[in-house]
């Protein structure tokens, strides 16, 4: 193999190896799912609710198709308005529609943050929301928190 006078084959070269997948970008896949409606596919639109999963969702597709006779089995487990709850966000004020344009996910700010840390809902960091009231907080400020009251809805218990 070879045979002139020093070449040497290496294995990548002799055997032919399965091409792996395309690897999805990840975080272009997390960005998505915080900018877009988990039932639609279309960008979130105020009032915006989520399930006991913790997926967001555009409450208008929700509501039809729970009105409707068939239901997607994506939502199967939500049976009625009850298994949702309407999520008070933040608007993000240096967020501009523009950002989410002609396909760039992931790129620009987010469009929601958290009221006390003022981290983005990019994907990037953890969020969670409180079920009693539907306040939207990143992790990281519930855990250096630590108090039993919501600090946005007029300071009564949530959790």
Do not use: D, I, R, T
């Given at each position: 193999m070879g045979c002139d006078g020093g070449t040497i084959p290496r294995r990548k070269e002799l055997v032919r190896m399965k091409k792996k997948p395309e690897q999805k970008d990840k975080d272009a896949e997390r960005s998505f799912k915080w900018r877009n409606c988990a039932l639609s596919q279309q960008p979130l639109q105020e009032p915006v609710v989520a399930c006991g999963l913790g997926r967001l969702y555009s409450k208008n597709p929700v509501l039809e198709a729970l009105a409707g006779e068939t239901k997607p089995d994506f939502i199967s487990h939500i049976e009625?308005?009850?298994d949702i709850k309407d999520l008070n966000l933040v608007?993000?004020?240096?967020y501009t529609a523009a950002d989410h344009t002609h396909g760039d996910v992931g790129v620009g700010n987010a469009p929601y943050i958290c009221p006390i840390s003022g981290l983005e809902m990019s994907g990037k960091f953890r969020f969670v929301f409180l079920w009693n009231c539907?306040?939207?907080l990143a992790e990281r400020a519930l855990k250096e928190v630590r108090q039993n009251h919501c600090?946005?809805?007029?300071?009564?218990p949530c959790y």
């Open positions: 009625s308005l009850e608007k993000n004020p240096a539907g306040c939207v600090h946005m809805v007029s300071f009564k």
